[in-house]
């Protein structure tokens, strides 16, 4: 069964906080994603990375960064969580030669405060 | 204007009835067309994806592509509640993903 995790479900911070969301996929892709899912825009992709070591911007950078040391992690960081970026925040992962289907994490819902 | 628009509904049916769903989009490089189900509490889980203009059938489902018109649907017949989620068209250019807002769809039995 494959599978993406994302290190937690409920995530409380407080603004200007540091703030880590870890994402581990089993199934071997080379590719990963972060986007985030907030009512009404749907999911809105912050980051992606080709491969270890790389990275591109998505369509909603701004106040991310990402790391991806290992291929099967891959990691959204706020560098001083705001308010704004209250969301449900997902993972995904493909295989090589096309995002057709994406596997998804359960997401991890995060309140900054 | 987004590059893919979807009403979010929400959308109430009784058991049995025929759920209809659709987008429209602004981008002619998008390839591939694709609908996602997404249960509460669970990450997206691709449902459907069509290439071309036309129909596909899988089951229940039937997804339908009007490249001229930049238009996607997907049909749900014999809905069952088990049916009940959010639905969310997706498009795809390179390997990027474009979604729409996604439509609350629920099944009452």
């Known amino acids: 069964d494959v599978k993406v995790t994302q290190s937690s479900r409920y995530l409380v911070k407080r603004t200007g906080e540091k703030v880590f969301l870890e994402c581990v996929q089993d199934?071997?892709?080379?590719?990963m994603f972060w986007y985030r899912q907030d009512p009404g825009l749907g999911l809105r992709l912050i980051y992606f990375s080709y491969d270890v070591k790389m990275k591109e911007k998505g369509d909603i950078p701004e106040g991310y960064s990402v790391s991806r040391e290992k291929k099967e992690r891959f990691s959204l960081i706020l560098e001083s969580a705001s308010t704004n970026q209250t969301s449900m925040y997902l993972c995904?992962?493909?295989?090589?030669?096309?995002?057709?289907?994406?596997?998804f994490g359960p997401g991890t819902r995060l309140t900054v405060l | 204007q987004k590059e893919v628009e979807q009403d979010p509904g929400p959308l109430s049916v009784p058991e049995g009835a025929i759920v209809s769903l659709n987008c429209t989009y602004s981008n002619s490089a998008f390839q591939y067309f694709m609908w996602y189900r997404q249960y509460s509490r669970k990450g997206p889980e691709l449902l459907m994806y069509?290439?071309?203009?036309g129909n596909k059938e899988d089951g229940r489902f039937t997804a339908q592509v009007d490249k001229s018109s930049k238009y996607i649907s997907l049909f749900i017949r014999d809905s069952q509640p088990s049916d009940s989620a959010t639905y969310l068209c997706a498009m795809s250019y390179d390997y990027k993903l474009s979604f729409g807002a996604g439509t609350t769809v629920t099944v009452r039995a």
């Open positions: 995904a992962s493909s295989p090589p030669g096309g995002g057709l289907e994406q596997f």
């Open positions: 199934m071997d892709h080379e590719n």
């Open positions: 069509t290439y071309s203009s």
